[in-house]
């Protein structure tokens, strides 16, 4: 059992590191490489979210429309309870500002930052379809999220720039940053 179980965890009151950014900024990727040279668990809200529904987020919204989509990643947020763990979030975690509050309950809270360009790239080869982007000029509409988004994104308590590092040493770089707002 290592240092880092839940119980320990418990016990050590320990708090979560929350990871916030675009979609195809890595938080999945870069949250699992963290989680493996931290000791920490991977948690993802949107893969709770459709374990949950027992649906694809893309069939949540044309179903029931993006409103309910936010109520539920909320909802999620809100159970969860601060431990060893990474928590991977989606895109637009950091709309809602009760989600900044849960958010800070958990932990400290890093922003990984790339370019527009850096995200489209990524996107286009991503299998991972995402509804906001179901769109015909998707690159205009990721811009235009960035640019809503960004100032909220810099709220967080630390940055990484993860536009020419590779997974494993952005999650050496949030390793680093973190422990030392922890
Ligand atoms: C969203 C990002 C997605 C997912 C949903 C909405 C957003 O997560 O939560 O499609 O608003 O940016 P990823 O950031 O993991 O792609």
């Not at 240092?3 to 949250?31: C, D, E, Q, Y």
């Not at 769109?135 to 809503?148: C, F």
């Not at 940055?159 to 590779?166: I, L």
């Amino acid at each position: 059992v290592g240092l880092k179980s839940p119980a320990a965890a418990l016990f050590l009151k320990m708090r979560s590191w929350i990871l916030v950014g675009m979609m195809g900024s890595g938080k999945s990727s870069v949250g699992r490489s963290l989680a493996a040279i931290s000791e920490r668990r991977f948690v993802d809200t949107d893969q709770i979210l459709v374990h949950r529904i027992g649906r694809p987020i893309k069939q949540l919204f044309s179903l029931y429309g993006e409103s309910s989509f936010r109520e539920l990643e909320h909802k999620i947020l809100a159970e969860l309870v601060p431990g060893a763990d990474i928590v991977s979030t989606g895109g637009g975690i950091v709309l809602r500002e009760d989600n900044w509050t849960e958010m800070r309950r958990l932990g400290p809270i890093a922003y990984l930052r790339a370019t527009p360009d850096k995200l489209i790239e990524r996107l286009t080869v991503s299998k991972n379809r995402r509804p906001l982007l179901d769109v015909e000029n998707w690159e205009d509409r990721l811009r235009e999220l960035v640019a809503k988004r960004e100032p909220l994104y810099e709220q967080a308590d630390c940055c990484v720039d993860v536009e020419s590092m590779d997974i494993d040493e952005a999650a050496e770089e949030l390793k680093r940053l973190l422990e030392d707002v922890s």
